[in-house]
């Protein structure tokens, strides 16, 4: 554990790592915060950086760990980063589940334990409501995709972004997950935020967002929300502790000003 000024221990709020993995993606959503498509370059962290990351965070007092992509599952060595992070902090890695087939799903199956969890978007009980934002024909795949979680016994949850689309359906999707064997707690509901390629949802900053120390390529951000500039804390990923400082004196200042309630946004 790191010197107390730089312990997460002593917030309530710097308990989550996001990892931005690549950013490329086999979807391209119009509420996509991240700008993510098959177009989007990659930008990929790679192993050496994740590796470091993990174990800096661990040694910070981390509780959990969260892998984004794009999609993380198109990249080769997204399964060695998920066993590392998962042998040393709970982890979490977020998918669109239409990937995971054949050699993907086998590798996935090879590296599951009781501290890694798959998050799965699923955005309606119907293809109308989740194809709306994700693309025609998402639906179906993404069905499928959590099928085969579920015949290989691999632990996940359902993760929908309330839309405009869905939002008169919700009991629907509850009762859907439920038809699926997929009980309440492993099913939650987000808004729709206004960054990236959406252009309806919250507006949502540093002045108004519990942060949740967040990595790509390019540094260190207030949340994984975005990554635009205005969110960045760092330019410099490691150490990791000086972003954590940096976080912890602005929550300061905002504390002392009293000027605005913040807010959880995952
Ligand atoms: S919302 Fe997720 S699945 Fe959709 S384009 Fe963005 S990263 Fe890909």
Known sequence: ML????????????WKLWIYTNYDCNLRCSY???????????RALGMA??????????????????????????????Y???????HRVATTVLTNAMVLRG????????????????????????PEDHDAYRGRGSWEKAIEGIKLLQERDVRFKLSTTETPENSPHMSQICEFHR???IPDEDHFVRPLAKR??????????MTNLIPEVTVNVDGVFWHPLSTDRDMQISRSIFPLSDSVQKIQEQLQTIAQTGSSALTTFT
């Open 49 to 78: 950086n994740v590796k470091r990351l993990v174990d800096e965070a661990a040694a910070l007092g981390f509780s959990e760990i969260f892998f984004t992509g794009g999609e993380p599952f198109i990249l080769n060595d997204i």
């Open 32 to 42: 996509c915060v991240a700008k993510s498509s098959p177009n989007a370059p990659r």
């Open 196 to 205: 990236g390629y959406s252009k309806q949802g919250l507006e949502l900053d």
């Open 80 to 86: 060695e980063m998920l066993d590392y992070s998962s």
């Open 103 to 126: 050699t993907r799903l086998d590798r996935l199956t090879r590296i599951v334990n009781d501290n890694l969890l798959i998050q799965v978007s699923l955005d309606g009980a119907t």
């Open 3 to 14: 010197a107390s000024q730089t312990d997460c221990s002593n917030s309530p709020f710097l």
């Open 179 to 181: 038809s699926l064997g």
